[in-house]
Nanobody, 119 residues
């Protein structure tokens, strides 16, 4: 599975961005996808996840009500609509995909896309 993110950039506080993650390869077995982010000097943290079956979503408390995760199965693409951005959202955002394997799950990561929010 290959994941390619796009859509990052520089935005002013209060602005919006939409990130995209295009998946290719053996995508048929993926059962969940998500967005994670890592700010300088901090650990990578979960932003939002979505299941590929029922489309159930989960969000970090810090982004609830501002970010929306979605997926277009026909395009094998996942999105993250980010509104009301603030400086604390500045980070490298990574796309993640998981598929079940014997004994657990296998995880795939994109290369990341930088989001910078200026205050």
């Amino acid at each position: 599975v290959q994941l390619v993110e796009s859509g990052g950039g520089l935005v002013q506080a209060g602005g919006s961005l939409r990130l995209s993650c295009a998946a290719s390869g053996s995508t048929f077995s993926i059962n969940a996808m998500g967005w994670y982010r890592q700010a300088p000097g901090k650990q990578r943290e979960l932003v939002a996840t979505i299941t590929t079956g029922g489309g159930s979503t989960n969000y970090a408390d810090s982004v609830k009500g501002r970010f929306t995760i979605s997926r277009d199965s026909a395009k094998n693409t996942m999105y993250l609509q980010m509104n009301s951005l603030n400086a604390e959202d500045t980070a490298v955002y990574y796309c993640n995909a998981e598929r079940p394997v014997r004994g657990g799950s296998q995880r795939y990561w994109g290369q990341g896309t930088q989001v910078t929010v200026s205050s």
